[in-house]
């Protein structure tokens, strides 16, 4: 049975610019062909079941033919795979899209096109310029600044310069200065505002806003490399003025996030939004313990205790499984009395349908145990919890049962590039063990990292990391600490 493929624009570089169908058609992959320019972060969208092709295209240079890119989709796609074929920008702007459907559409194979935002109107935006405006430009000209191998510019200059609209040239780096000296044999005004924008939308971007008759020069001081547009017009004049992306706060800073995979998103996105270039490298992976007799058993039981206990968001998922599968449901814990470590562990109780009782004002082992007065306790956490907890319960007498329902396994499946002097979040001790095993022992002296709560904190110490520490152990409070610190340098 023949599969399908799916022709996805990636958009610019910015994952948050890639469109919900990308994004649902990605995550039922089985296949993902994709070139150099589409970014790390969408590329960590990919299913981890699902083969990747990279086909390295990029100027001048194609590893893989455009024929054999066209024959692995066919080939891929016959063999019942779901196909997504990822191509950076639009698919079908400059991206030889249509030539990569036609061999399907000549052997029946199916397919959809998803068109992708593209660089052309993205890069200008995130550089404050304005495709088009009512004072300066009311037309827009996209066009190729790449030539045929071997040949020259087939670009009419002069129908360009007389249009007075904007002109904005992709894929135009090396051919730069011919652009500029064709505008201006063609009449364009020598003082023309214009622009660079190299890597736009993502956090690396940089730009040179200058006039049509300096820009190569200042473009080429500035060490302006692919992939970059240039943008030619009065709009260009806008940029400083309506220059978002470049004012905020996190700009030009990397940031590691170590939390397991199926956590990462939400942290490293809140850092994205504020400017920061993030690393994903899920330090540590999240794994139910099954069969799990112990939790068979103390559900089993559940009528006997007082206290139902949750640290981490993980758990009251595993433990309304449980539930149902002997089942029963939330009525059965009539009664008791639901505690959790914060508000993250207690949005995971309200999705099963219940509100935590207890939450203690400082989001940790230490003040959550002595608001645990009434037992028996039953406590759901991970294999590897915080001793602290268990031991404050003995001390006072309070009886209790401990489940382990999941336990956390540190070490990274893939490696990152770490500098001297990145910043990384640690959220719990696991992931600084996770951290300090992937990364060389040489780099941790130089690192900061920025911790939930003391003995994570404790933990980075103990292996010379500089640490900063929340005010209270919440996603919100430890990016608001990393906000302060880029704001103090």
Avoid at 216 to 223: K, T, V
Wanted: hydrophobic fraction near 40%; charge should be neutral; proline fraction near 7%.
């Amino acid at each position: 049975m023949s599969g399908k493929v799916s022709l996805v624009g990636a958009g610019p570089g910015d994952p948050m610019l890639l469109t919900r169908r990308g994004l649902e058609l990605l995550e039922a992959a089985d296949c993902v062909v994709y070139d150099r320019l589409v970014g790390r972060p969408i590329l960590d969208l990919i299913p981890e079941r699902a083969e990747r092709v990279n086909v390295g295209k990029e100027a001048s240079r194609h590893p893989v033919p455009q024929d054999e890119i066209n024959r692995i989709l066919l080939e891929k796609a016959q063999a019942g795979m779901n196909v997504v074929r990822l191509k950076g920008g639009d698919p079908f702007l400059f991206g030889r899209g249509g030539e990569e459907l036609e061999l399907l559409a000549e052997h029946g194979v199916p397919f959809e096109v998803v068109p992708g935002v593209t660089s052309a109107l993205a890069a200008p935006a995130y550089a404050g310029i304005p495709a088009t405006h009512r004072a300066f430009a009311s037309s827009l000209h996209i066009v190729t600044g790449h030539a045929k191998a071997g040949g020259a510019l087939n670009i009419n200059f002069r129908a360009l310069a007389e249009s007075g609209g904007t002109l904005v040239f992709l894929m135009g780096v090396t051919s730069m200065g011919s652009i500029c000296r064709g505008l201006l044999d063609a009449g364009m005004a020598p003082d023309t505002p214009a622009a660079m924008v190299e890597s736009g939308t993502t956090p690396a971007q940089r730009k040179v806003v200058s006039t049509l008759s300096q820009l190569p020069r200042e473009a080429a001081d500035r060490g302006i490399h692919p992939p970059a547009v240039l943008i030619v017009g009065q709009v260009c004049s806008l940029s400083e003025t309506f220059d978002w992306f470049d004012r905020l706060p996190l700009k030009g800073r990397a940031v590691v996030v170590t939390r397991p995979r199926e956590r990462c998103g939400t942290l490293a996105a809140r850092l994205r939004a504020l400017g920061a270039e993030t690393v994903e490298l899920p330090c540590i992976a999240t794994v139910p313990i099954t069969p799990c007799p112990d939790l068979t058993q103390a559900v089993r039981r559940i009528g006997e205790y007082r206290t139902l206990v949750f640290t981490s968001p993980f758990g009251p998922g595993l433990f309304f499984d449980e539930l149902r599968r002997q089942g029963m449901d939330a009525r059965a814990l009539a009664g008791l009395r639901i505690a959790v470590i914060g508000p993250r562990t207690g949005e995971a109780v309200e999705a099963c349908g219940l509100r935590p009782d207890i939450v203690p004002q400082v989001y940790d082992t230490e003040h959550l145990a002595p608001l645990l007065t009434e037992g028996p306790v039953l406590l759901c956490r991970s294999q590897q919890g915080n001793p602290e907890l268990t031991g404050d319960l003995r001390r006072r007498g309070v009886p209790f049962t401990e489940v382990s329902t999941y336990r956390t396994e540190s070490g990274c499946p893939q490696s990152a590039e770490i500098s001297p002097g990145s910043w990384v979040t640690f959220t719990s001790a696991s992931t600084v063990e996770g951290f300090v095993r992937t990364v060389p022992r040489e780099l941790l002296g130089s690192v900061t990292g920025f911790c939930i709560g003391r003995h994570t904190a404790d933990a980075a110490r103990k292996y010379g990391i500089r640490v900063q520490v929340a005010e209270k152990a919440t996603i919100d409070d430890l990016v608001e600490l990393i906000l302060k610190e880029a704001a103090f340098l």
